[in-house]
């Protein structure tokens, strides 16, 4: 009897803490995975895609926090969600490839990943979540894919940008999405309807952007506190509703519009506006 009770109670230890594989804690729900932990050496990590025959399909909330030995991570295509703050202030990694499974990236994934240089995001991520890669100043070029429909507010925030290619199918580009990043020239596809408060402030070297035509919104101070490089803003279609200091400190910024396009005056959030011929 003695015996049974011990070995019942080490059962119900194990399921409560998780069972351990490689240096992956892991529960598992029904017939899937979750990593909810990882215990290992670090280094150049590559997460399994099943575990005891099981798909591994979820990497939990702050399942590899402040892991710094860590120096790559490659995710499988099993893997459908990487919870929030998974990756946060993983202060070595340098290296993220994230599988064709994954459909979101929560919030604040990467966050103060600051050696985080090469980022391939998979061709399923349709999110990119609040604050996901905050902080990752050496990252300087990114691939966001056609799949991707929002990015979040500050998820790119002082990131080490100098040139990203955004979707074809984002819609949404969240509050302070690219603020104070060192791009250079931006082009905004027709996708997006929205562009949030202070989404690309603080871009000291940005010249040049290019806004789809289908941009109904521009919040406050979009383009402002730092873009003082920036000359030229191209609009491809009607004039949007703008908030307030769009071009605060920008004084060189000269708005274009093309012929046809409505709602366009003299001037536009306090810049002046002229006709573009676009094939100059």
């Known amino acids: 009897m003695k015996k049974t009770l011990l070995v019942l109670l080490g059962f119900v230890l194990l399921s409560a803490s998780g069972c351990r594989q490689r240096?992956?804690?892991?529960?598992?729900?029904g017939r899937t995975v979750t990593i909810t932990h990882y215990a290992g050496p670090g280094g150049m990590v590559t997460i399994p895609e099943t575990i005891n025959g099981r798909p591994v399909t979820r990497i939990s909330d702050?399942?590899?926090f402040a892991r710094d030995k860590l120096i790559s991570v490659t995710i499988?295509?099993?893997?459908?969600?990487?919870?929030?703050?998974?990756?946060?202030?993983?202060?070595?990694?340098?290296?993220?490839?994230?599988?064709?499974?994954v459909t979101k990236i929560e919030d604040m994934a990467f966050?103060?990943?600051n050696k985080l240089a090469n980022v391939t995001i998979g061709k399923s991520v349709a999110s990119i979540g609040n604050g996901?890669?905050?902080?990752?100043?050496?990252?300087?070029?990114?691939?966001?894919?056609?799949?991707?429909?929002?990015?979040?507010?500050?998820?790119?925030n002082f990131c080490g940008l100098t040139n990203v290619t955004i979707g074809n199918h984002?819609?949404?580009?969240?509050?302070?999405?690219?603020?104070?990043?060192?791009?250079?020239?931006?082009t905004i596809p027709d996708s997006v309807i929205s562009i949030g408060d202070m989404a690309f402030s603080g871009c000291v070297k940005l010249i040049r952007v290019m806004i789809g035509k289908n941009v109904t919104r521009i919040g406050k101070e979009a383009f402002a506190c730092g873009c003082y490089a920036m000359t030229g803003v191209y609009f491809k279609g009607n004039a949007p509703s703008v908030g307030s200091d769009v071009f605060q400190f920008a004084d060189d910024v000269i708005v274009y519009y093309l012929p046809g396009t409505t709602g366009w005056g003299p001037t536009f959030g306090?810049?002046?506006?002229?006709v573009w011929q676009e094939d100059k």
């Open 62 to 64: 702050r399942a590899f």
């Open 23 to 29: 240096g992956f804690v892991y529960t598992t729900n």
């Open 111 to 113: 966050f103060g990943c």
């Open 170 to 186: 984002v819609t949404s580009i969240g509050q302070g999405a690219f603020a104070d990043c060192n791009l250079t020239n931006v």
């Open 76 to 101: 499988p295509n099993s893997v459908t969600s990487i919870g929030g703050f998974a990756f946060i202030s993983c202060t070595n990694l340098s290296r993220v490839t994230i599988g064709n499974g």
């Open 270 to 274: 306090g810049r002046p506006t002229r």
């Open 132 to 156: 996901a890669f905050d902080g990752c100043t050496k990252l300087d070029r990114l691939t966001i894919p056609d799949s991707v429909t929002n990015i979040g507010d500050t998820a790119f």
